[in-house]
């Protein structure tokens, strides 16, 4: 049985994902972390998270549902491109292994979190719920050893589009579902 998670996302662009893979690389040493080779095209900012879905007939057939609210409700959706830029690393400690180490930030995210608001109300007008609880973040890789919040600059990109995908859960791998430009 696969598991499929639903989500809205913003994906730097190949460059950018590189050279955020190299700092990835540069922290696991600094923190003295497990290193592996950066996984660059996983990486994003997830906007809105559409819910868990196992490919049971039922859940199938809800899935698709959602897919469509999701799709009508991106293609509706008008926005400039945001800048994406974190000044802030950190392990969010929900859990006590394999925690995620994050770029995160305050002000220079607030782009980000208006647009997310912006696409939360064209998806709510669609029929679909959104969660109100909302830390913008990228999440770099998972370790078993927490980093404290600590200031991090970080220079990001300029977002030109939204995305939706499917993340095959315990599969490593996002399948994109559809994009639309904010212009």
């Given at each position: 049985?696969?598991?499929?998670?639903?989500?809205?996302?913003?994906?730097?662009?190949?460059?950018?994902?590189?050279?955020?893979?190299?700092?990835?690389?540069?922290?696991?040493?600094?923190?003295?972390?497990?290193?592996?080779?950066?996984r660059?095209?996983?990486?994003?900012?997830?906007?809105?998270?559409?819910?868990?879905?196992?490919?049971?007939?039922d859940?199938?057939?809800?899935?698709?549902?959602?897919?469509?609210?999701?799709?009508?409700?991106?293609?509706?959706?008008?926005?400039?491109?945001?800048?994406?830029?974190?000044?802030?690393?950190?392990?969010?400690?929900?859990?006590q292994?394999?925690?995620?180490?994050?770029?995160?930030?305050?002000?220079?995210?607030?782009?980000?979190?208006?647009?997310?608001?912006?696409?939360?109300?064209?998806?709510?007008?669609?029929?679909?719920s959104?969660?109100?609880?909302?830390?913008p973040?990228?999440?770099?890789?998972?370790?078993?050893?927490?980093?404290?919040?600590?200031?991090?600059?970080?220079?990001?990109?300029?977002?030109?589009?939204?995305?939706?995908?499917?993340?095959?859960?315990?599969?490593?791998?996002?399948?994109?579902?559809?994009?639309?430009?904010?212009?």
């Amino acid at each position: 049985m696969t598991v499929h998670a639903l989500f809205f996302c913003l994906r730097p662009d190949p460059g950018t994902a590189a050279r955020l893979g190299a700092i990835s690389d540069d922290v696991a040493r600094r923190f003295r972390m497990r290193v592996r080779p950066p996984r660059t095209e996983r990486l994003h900012v997830t906007l809105h998270h559409l819910g868990w879905y196992d490919d049971q007939t039922d859940q199938v057939d809800v899935m698709a549902e959602v897919r469509s609210l999701a799709e009508a409700a991106a293609a509706s959706f008008r926005h400039g491109p945001v800048r994406v830029d974190f000044d802030q690393l950190l392990s969010f400690t929900r859990k006590q292994r394999n925690l995620p180490l994050v770029l995160s930030g305050g002000e220079c995210l607030a782009a980000v979190r208006a647009m997310r608001a912006a696409l939360g109300e064209r998806l709510r007008a669609s029929g679909l719920s959104t969660d109100p609880h909302f830390t913008p973040h990228l999440t770099l890789f998972y370790d078993d050893h927490a980093v404290a919040p600590q200031p991090f600059i970080v220079p990001g990109w300029t977002a030109t589009e939204i995305l939706l995908l499917d993340s095959l859960q315990g599969q490593s791998t996002h399948v994109e579902l559809g994009r639309w430009p904010l212009a």
